[in-house]
């Protein structure tokens, strides 16, 4: 019977990679078995005593000797280079303040140089112009003789002329100091501090005349009725219309017929500051000037309210009346006297 023969075996043939393999394998684990018995020695500490040591002495090893690691020793390394850098930071910090501070103290002492040297710019200024008005003086006064005795015989011609003229005189008019009540038109005025204002009565008084039929219908159940009129110039005025009693008249006031009129006034200065100087008031285009130089002499008398501060101001305004034959009436007030009348006080006297 014919068999079938196997086929024989390829030979084994020797491989240089396998033979690697095996040896880097070996090395592996020579390496690991030293690895192991290097950290068992450094965690071994024996404890054996000598046979020939005294019992009661333990037998005194000597220390361990400190194994050299590079990672610590690199860090030893990098914390001293850490702490140099900062010891230099810490000194360059202490070397920028103390800069910064004379940097401080060197602006400081600039800005004083600066204020004295516009101080000295001033004054070199003052002295400058001081020098020249010395310098225009000193020419002035290095005027020649000549020059001098031109102007001398000048000055002594004028002052010659002058003694030739006749003197001027200014002439004032008195009339007889024989005063009489004022019967006509007045004009008024205070003379305050100082200063003339005018009191504008008639536009007053006229409108107090207006309010008079709403005074009666109000004086039929009251005596008297009290107002104030609307600012003129520097004042007002505040009235007082007043009823007259009569016989039928009881305790209190009716209705019916009766008589009324206006029975006192006060003129009440609405500003302190007030009026024109005498300076002012003379000349041609005041207030006084404007309203004076227009007064017919024969219907008008012009009233002035003399306080005791202003006697002279009432004197010049008087004189410069006098004048134009203007009829002059003055009535002197106490210091904080207001201006008023009444029904039953006194007229002005002209004079």
Known sequence: ?????????EAITFSFDSFLDVVANVIGIIVRLILVA????????????????????????????PVSDPVTDELDALRLRLAD???RLLEQLGCLELTEQRSHDYRADLET???????LDAQVKQLRADLAGKGVATQL???SAGELKKRAAEILKQIHALEAEPPRTHL???????????????????????????????????????????????LKTQWQVTGTTSPSGAFRLRYTVEREKTALDGS???GGNFRYGLSEWT??????????????????????????????????VVTFWVYEDSFELFRRLRDHLYERDVEVAGRPLMAGASIAASRHGTASRGQ
């Open 141 to 143: 006064s290095v005027a």
């Open 38 to 65: 290097w950290v068992g020695a450094r965690s071994y500490a024996p404890a054996m005593q000598q046979p020939d040591s005294p019992p009661t002495k333990a037998r005194e090893l000597p220390a361990p000797s």
């Open 172 to 218: 004032l008019r008195y009339d007889t100091p024989i005063s009489r009540a004022v019967h006509a038109d007045e004009m008024f005025f205070e003379c305050r501090r100082g200063r003339v204002t005018y009191i504008d009565l008639s536009t007053f008084l006229q409108e107090v005349r207006g309010r008079m039929e709403d005074n009666a219908a109000t």
């Open 267 to 300: 003129v009440e200065p609405l500003a302190e500051d007030r009026g024109e100087p005498i300076e002012v008031a003379l000349t041609e285009n005041s207030e006084f000037r404007r309203l004076v130089d227009r007064v017919d002499p024969q219907i008008t």
């Open 113 to 119: 140089l600066r204020a004295q040297h516009r101080t």
């Open 85 to 87: 850098a900062r010891l």
């Open 252 to 254: 209190g006031p009716v």
């Open 1 to 9: 019977m014919y068999r079938r023969r196997r086929p024989a075996r």
